[in-house]
């Protein structure tokens, strides 16, 4: 069983900037593909942005692209979510998941392909 641990979250202004944080515990984290959702209040869990098992290739979704950075470090356990730029609608909590094993270089998107799950860590932008 993998163990997710996020951190990174806080409270910003509009425009400003974040690094999220999520360490894992177990030793598959190397061989699965990461993600990161968010979900606002009242609203359902949408994907943000993954990244392949291997770091080769990353999906974002389309209201954070050219915003957001994923990245990992499989030395480290950890994936980390730059948010750049960020809008009060980015307000949400995030949540870091490890996804099902699939082939090296695929990003699943939805979360029925993610099957560990982090507590969450709370991010709100104001105007």
């Known amino acids: 069983q993998v163990q997710l641990v996020e951190s990174g979250g806080g409270s910003v202004q509009a425009g400003g900037s974040l690094r999220l944080s999520c360490v894992a515990s177990?030793?598959?984290?190397?061989?699965?593909?990461m993600g990161w959702f968010r979900q606002a209040p009242g609203q359902e869990r949408e994907f943000v942005a993954g990244m392949s098992r291997n770091g080769s290739t990353t999906y974002y979704a389309d209201s954070v692209k050219g915003r957001f950075t994923i990245s990992r470090d499989n030395a480290e356990n950890t994936v980390y979510l730059q948010l750049n730029s960020l809008k009060p609608e980015d307000t949400a909590d995030y949540y870091c998941?490890?996804?099902?094993?699939?082939?090296?270089?695929?990003?699943?998107?939805?979360?029925?392909?993610?099957?560990?799950w982090g507590q969450g860590t709370q991010v709100t932008v104001s105007s």
């Open positions: 177990g030793r598959t984290f190397s061989s699965v593909p």
């Open positions: 998941a490890t996804a099902l094993n699939y082939g090296s270089g695929y990003v699943p998107s939805l979360q029925y392909q993610y099957r560990n």
